[in-house]
């Protein structure tokens, strides 16, 4: 229960910052409304030549592309997160401060990325809010499924951007190579189309990733109402994710801390 007490009050200091600039707060939502439509636009102009690609998917580009690019956020911020939350907390002064307090490490990491995670899931509740004024079908969706689908999906992401976190805290660059990773799975992991139109090395890179399988679980999910039989594959695979990476990216951010506190350069960047 302190953990979570703790938890809550690193979500009210952050939304009580971000609020304070009323206009990029507001425009970062207005952001979801004009993708929305744009991909509602393209994707009248190529439901039909994609639809035989689209099938497994109930051959809707536009749901298809809303879904990856909604719940694809999630991979995004779990890769950068923590580290430009790391930084911003070095920047201020109070990185320092907070690694002293008998506050543990795990619940300073996770507590950081706590509001960024709030407020990307109101982007996702907006997304599918404009999705279905504009025509996406969810009718028969399984939602418990999509439910464990973000779930596990979004562990498995925040534990590899809790890894580049703590490498960033040692090394203080990491920027281009986390952006870089992202562009890739971004490019390979089947947000925008399917992974088979890609050839078939640029499909087992994808096979490494969990957002592969974090993205055709909720679109199986959400757009078939698939049943869990259906399901457990992929969703055996994220939780493969969740289980090894996130104990072994606490434990890496935790030497990385030490490490930089031995070295004098907790408070550098």
Do not use: C
């Not at 690609?53 to 911020?77: E, H, K, N, W």
């Not at 490490?105 to 404009?130: D, K, M, P, Q």
């Amino acid at each position: 229960m302190k953990r979570f007490r703790l938890l809550w009050a690193f979500l009210v200091r952050d939304f009580q910052t971000e609020s304070s600039y009323r206009v990029s707060f507001l425009l970062s939502l207005s952001g979801v409304f004009f993708t929305s439509v744009t991909y509602f636009f393209v994707s009248r102009l190529l439901n039909e030549s994609v639809e035989p690609m689209l099938a497994q998917y109930d051959g809707d580009y536009f749901a298809f592309v809303l879904i990856g690019v909604a719940f694809g956020s999630y991979f995004g911020l779990g890769l950068t997160g923590f580290a430009r939350a790391l930084r911003q907390a070095q920047t201020t002064g109070t990185l320092e401060a907070m690694m002293m307090t008998p506050v543990s490490v795990s619940t300073i990491v996770v507590g950081s990325a706590v509001w960024s995670y709030a407020f990307t899931t109101l982007r996702v509740v907006v997304y599918l809010l404009l999705g279905l004024l504009l025509g996406l079908r969810l009718q028969g969706a399984n939602y418990l499924a999509a439910l464990v689908t973000l779930i596990l999906s979004v562990i498995a992401f925040a534990s590899i951007g809790i890894v580049a976190a703590g490498v960033i805290m040692v090394i203080k660059r990491g920027d281009p190579v986390t952006t870089l990773f992202s562009s890739v799975a971004t490019l390979v992991g089947g947000v925008f189309y399917p992974i088979e139109i890609m050839p078939e090395w640029l499909q087992m890179l994808a096979r490494l990733l969990p957002l592969t399988y974090s993205l055709r679980a909720m679109r199986m999910a959400l757009l078939n109402g698939a049943p869990w039989s259906q399901l457990l594959p992929d969703l055996l695979v994220i939780a493969g994710f969740a289980v090894v990476l996130f104990p072994l990216s606490l434990l890496v951010f935790r030497l990385a801390v030490e490490q930089a506190r031995a070295d004098g350069t907790l408070a550098h960047y």
